[in-house]
């Protein structure tokens, strides 16, 4: 009989761990993904904005434009994006205190927040550079050649043909990097921001419950992903309709 009741109360104490209300660290564990999902969400749309303004650089500014963002592309995707945030996070705060200080100003204190968005934003950009950069290539020069025909500005030209036409064949990659971006949130836990695998590092060693919360971890993440996934695959029909599906191509 004792032995029939180790499994049940196993099952207990990992839901009383797991509580969203102390003594549980369920609670830290979710405040840990908001965290993530709110650096993810600004990010990808910083990266977003660098990109876009990336590719356009890259296929219609000059020369001097072009090659800024080749070596910005080529260096931000060859070197570990650990290294990158340790010397944005650690360099560039130090950087800009100094540039502050050089002009007579107090330093300032840049939250984690900021600072992450600001890092994995940079980072996401490159890649978005070459994601948006390839869409728009996929786009039948003929409706840009016909837009410059009707004497549209760059600005006018890109809202009303390029960013739609380039939309469906910027998704699957724009895709990947917002998983990417929710993942390497993760990252910024060697600076000590307080995301989802910081919280569950601690809760894994204040309890010595390593496997019950790093696979809690693991499930949240893997709910990001699949609901996500849904998200990104009505938007890809929304952004298809009117062309030929695969199957009638």
Known sequence: MADASIFPAAISGMFELLSPVPPGWGGNLLRGLANSL?????????GLLIGTLGAYGKLYGGPVIRDILAIYTTIVR?????VLILLLYYAGTDLINRVLEAMGYAPVNISGL????????FVQGAYGTEVLRGAIKAIPQGEIE?????????GV???????PAMLPHALPGLANLWLIATKDTALLAVVGF???????????????AYFLFYMAAGVLYLL????????????EIWARRGMPSIREA
């Open 194 to 208: 307080s995301e989802l695998t910081l919280e569950t590092r601690q809760a894994a060693g204040a309890t010595k």
């Open 157 to 163: 030209m890109m809202r009303r043909i390029i960013l």
């Open 146 to 154: 016909a837009a410059r025909a009707y004497g549209m500005s760059p």
């Open 38 to 46: 709110q650096i993810a969400f600004g990010a990808f749309g910083l």
């Open 78 to 82: 060859a070197v570990p994006e650990l």
């Open 224 to 235: 990001v992903t699949l609901s996500s996934n849904a998200i990104i695959g009505r938007v």
């Open 114 to 121: 900021v600072a992450g968005i600001v890092v994995l934003g």
